[in-house]
């Protein structure tokens, strides 16, 4: 008696694919059930390789965490005797000092969750605690990461107002009166110089201001076309693999009414 061992197509595909060296699939083969076949497989393979690298950080991580635990303990004697220092001699910083100086610590390297970002978000609620009380601040940060998220770069805009004054309120402003032998001819040139000069630089300052807008806006934009490709691009193939797939079964069926 013979036996016979009956596959799927994908099971097919799969031992043919591993006796040809990973080249081709048999012929006869459902072209849905091939791409669905090594479409698996490449995206299995790209998440071994994920892996890989993932747990090789780790090891690695793993080794400088160590190394940096034995820095850590004499350097914690240190800290923390300056804070009981504080602490015990009830030194407050004073309410009435006006510049306040943050300084915010990360590193220049990412992919160790969510601690640049929590850091920045302390500094930045405790500057729009100092801000809303009338206070100046300065940040400091220590790491390229912090420095990259606290940057007021071009991707971020702060309206600003340039004052304007006529010629009537320069001439009754008491602080003129230091200045001798100002005679209206004078006090009215430097006023028109000064109008001139202030209103050329907020059209240089808007025109930057617009092309660096447009830019960013240009770029979003792009980023936003990628996204709605690839979402259409997987929504085509989800529909041609279930054309495919119905033909198949139309194809089945009528062999088996046959």
Same mark, same amino acid.
């Given at each position: 008696?013979?036996?016979? #061992?009956?596959?799927?197509?994908?099971?097919?595909?799969?031992?043919?694919?591993?006796?040809?060296? /990973?080249?081709?699939?048999?012929? /006869?083969?459902?072209?849905?059930?091939?791409?669905?076949?090594?479409?698996?497989?490449?995206?299995?393979?790209?998440?071994?390789?994920?892996?890989?690298?993932?747990?090789?950080?780790?090891? #690695?991580?793993? =080794?400088?965490?160590?190394?940096? !635990?034995?820095?850590?303990?004499?350097?914690?004697?240190?800290?923390?005797?300056?804070?009981?220092?504080?602490?015990?001699? !009830?030194?407050?910083?004073?309410?009435?000092?006006?510049?306040?100086?943050?300084?915010?610590?990360?590193?220049?390297?990412?992919?160790?969750?969510?601690?640049?970002?929590?850091?920045?978000?302390?500094?930045?609620?405790? #500057?729009?605690?100092?801000?809303?009380? /009338?206070? !100046?601040?300065?940040?400091? /940060?220590?790491?390229?990461?912090?420095?990259?998220?606290?940057?007021?770069? #071009?991707?971020?805009?702060?309206?600003?107002?340039?004052?304007?004054?006529?010629?009537?309120?320069?001439?009754?402003?008491?602080?003129?009166?230091?200045?001798?032998?100002?005679? =209206?001819?004078?006090?009215?040139?430097?006023?028109?110089?000064?109008?001139?000069?202030?209103?050329?630089?907020?059209?240089?300052?808007?025109?930057?201001?617009?092309?660096? @807008?447009?830019?960013?806006?240009?770029?979003? @934009?792009?980023?936003?076309?990628?996204?709605?490709?690839?979402?259409?691009?997987?929504?085509?193939?989800?529909?041609?693999?279930?054309?495919?797939?119905?033909?198949?079964?139309?194809?089945?069926?009528?062999?088996?009414?046959?």
């Amino acid at each position: 008696m013979r036996g016979r #061992v009956c596959l799927t197509d994908l099971q097919r595909a799969h031992y043919y694919h591993v006796l040809s060296g /990973g080249r081709r699939w048999p012929r /006869g083969l459902g072209r849905a059930a091939a791409m669905h076949y090594f479409s698996v497989t490449r995206r299995l393979k790209s998440i071994k390789n994920i892996q890989k690298i993932t747990k090789s950080m780790k090891m #690695v991580a793993a =080794a400088k965490y160590a190394r940096a !635990e034995r820095e850590l303990k004499p350097a914690r004697v240190y800290g923390t005797g300056s804070l009981a220092l504080y602490e015990k001699a !009830e030194i407050k910083a004073p309410e009435n000092k006006k510049k306040h100086l943050l300084i915010g610590v990360s590193s220049d390297r990412g992919l160790c969750g969510a601690i640049h970002s929590s850091v920045a978000k302390q500094m930045k609620n405790e #500057v729009a605690t100092l801000t809303a009380a /009338g206070k !100046e601040v300065m940040l400091v /940060g220590i790491g390229d990461k912090i420095r990259g998220i606290l940057y007021r770069s #071009v991707i971020s805009y702060k309206t600003e107002e340039k004052p304007i004054f006529s010629l009537d309120t320069i001439a009754s402003s008491e602080s003129m009166s230091i200045y001798d032998d100002i005679d =209206a001819d004078v006090l009215q040139n430097y006023q028109e110089y000064n109008l001139a000069n202030i209103i050329y630089y907020s059209l240089k300052e808007s025109t930057t201001s617009e092309q660096s @807008a447009r830019m960013t806006a240009m770029d979003n @934009a792009s980023k936003n076309a990628s996204e709605m490709i690839d979402k259409l691009t997987l929504t085509f193939n989800r529909t041609r693999q279930a054309v495919i797939t119905k033909e198949l079964i139309e194809i089945i069926s009528g062999a088996a009414a046959l």
